[in-house]
């Protein structure tokens, strides 16, 4: 394709696969919690391009970070190591359970990882026998195919031929179903804190201190899936942090690269020795680019003062979403922790997620969705009152829309 080509929506159509369907608009900048299309209009970012962009867009300490690393050096591989990639694992470290990290592109990359480890774990350490992995019905851990059949919606990975076995679903929050599942045989479990695409669905402390005693029993590890809750999304550096509840080997992304692609496997020495040279491993993972954005992300909000706003502002938007049903009766419950909130549908309003979400997007403000039921909001964790404050008022308008129709 060459010359004077319409960069517009319908040009989506005409060249990319279609596994998505993106709006109708095509944001062309961002600035913090604000986002402007090609025709100059306006929107509010309650969406955080599904809880990624932590710090906002184009955050001046990351647009810096970039900048500057651009200049020295893109890429080696890790046929050498770098120094963002060694700052970034040591700051990692420093602030978490883990004493080892293996860095990747993306969530899934960063759980595939963490799955194969598992299974390298068990069989090293107990035998072929010990390769079962119990997750949960609901849960999501990316696409690639052992994430997915990991995941808990069939939907996403039936139709791909035969999928990688072993691995079992319970119930979230039943600790009786881990029980009826859980054995010698089990290798690992694998958990979100809270439940992203699931709907927004925290788990409850004595469920998760529940499946650590019970992986405890059994030498199973326990994988905490945080690509979604990490990085101060829900208050906490990691939502772990928050039950007292220590996993074995936690996966991180999204927010940890605040939009660039970045993910990351943290864990113990033991279990990390298992994962020997020639094992496992990435062109990109690790990229200077990437390590360099993700460690300026991680020094910005791994701050007290960060961490306390993240309160406050969930505080602020628990409030306004509670007006707004006040006056128009939509939700039956608000849930999630920090800024990662579910604003669940009521019985009126059961399976209708995504006209709300296309109500917002018309009064000029980014949401999501998760699942039919639950409207999502996942937006920059230093969002200001005053950004939430309009970004609701918008919202207001959409639910009248929605409701009116
Ligand atoms: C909990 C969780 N794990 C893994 C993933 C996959 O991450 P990625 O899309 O970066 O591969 C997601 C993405 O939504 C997620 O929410």
Not at 166 to 195: R, W, Y
Not at 276 to 301: D, F, I, M, R, W
Not at 313 to 326: S, T, V
Request: aromatic share 8%; proline share 4%; charged share 20%.
């Amino acid at each position: 394709m060459t010359g004077q080509t319409q960069v517009n929506r319908a040009l989506f159509d005409e060249v990319m696969v279609p596994n998505y369907a993106p709006a109708n608009i095509i944001p062309v900048k961002g600035e913090g919690s604000r986002v402007w299309d090609q025709q100059g209009r306006e929107y509010i970012d309650f969406a955080g391009g599904i809880a990624v962009s932590s710090l906002g867009h184009c955050h001046p300490a990351l647009v810096n970070a970039l900048k500057q690393q651009a200049d020295k050096l893109w890429h080696l591989s890790n046929v050498m190591t770098n120094e963002p990639a060694l700052r970034l694992a040591s700051a990692l470290v420093n602030a978490t359970f883990a004493d080892k990290v293996y860095f990747a592109n993306s969530g899934a990359e960063a759980n595939e990882a963490a799955f194969k480890l598992a299974r390298r774990y068990a069989l090293e350490k107990f035998g072929a026998h010990k390769d079962q992995i119990i997750s949960f019905h609901k849960s999501f851990h990316g696409r690639t195919f052992f994430t997915v059949t990991v995941g808990g919606q069939a939907a996403y990975s039936d139709g791909f031929g035969p999928k990688p076995g072993a691995v079992m679903h319970g119930e979230f929050n039943n600790l009786d179903s881990v029980k009826a599942l859980i054995s010698d045989n089990t290798c690992a479990v694998v958990l979100e804190p809270v439940q992203g695409e699931g709907g927004i669905i925290p788990a409850t402390a004595e469920f998760l201190q529940g499946v650590r005693d019970l992986c405890n029993q059994h030498n199973a590890l326990l994988i905490m899936d945080e690509v979604q809750t990490g990085v101060g999304r829900t208050g906490k550096l990691y939502a772990y942090m928050h039950y007292g509840v220590t996993p074995d080997i936690l996966t991180t992304a999204k927010s940890l690269g605040g939009g660039f692609p970045i993910g990351a496997m943290l864990t113990t020495d033991d279990i990390a020795s298992h994962l020997k040279v020639g094992t496992h491993g990435s062109t990109y993972g690790g990229n200077p680019l990437a390590c360099a954005v993700a460690e300026a992300v991680l020094e910005t909000v791994n701050q007290p003062e960060v961490m306390a706003q993240v309160l406050s502002n969930e505080q602020l938007f628990r409030q306004q979403l509670a007006a707004i049903n006040e006056k128009y009766q939509v939700f039956s419950e608000i849930r999630g922790k920090g800024m990662l909130l579910g604003a669940v549908l009521n019985e009126k309003y059961k399976g209708r997620s995504r006209e709300f979400f296309l109500a917002a997007a018309d009064q000029g403000l980014m949401a999501l969705v998760a699942g039919p039921d639950v409207v999502r909001f996942a937006p920059s964790l230093v969002i200001t009152p005053e950004e939430i404050t309009a970004g609701m008022q918008r919202f207001e308008q959409a639910v009248k829309q929605v409701v009116n129709a």
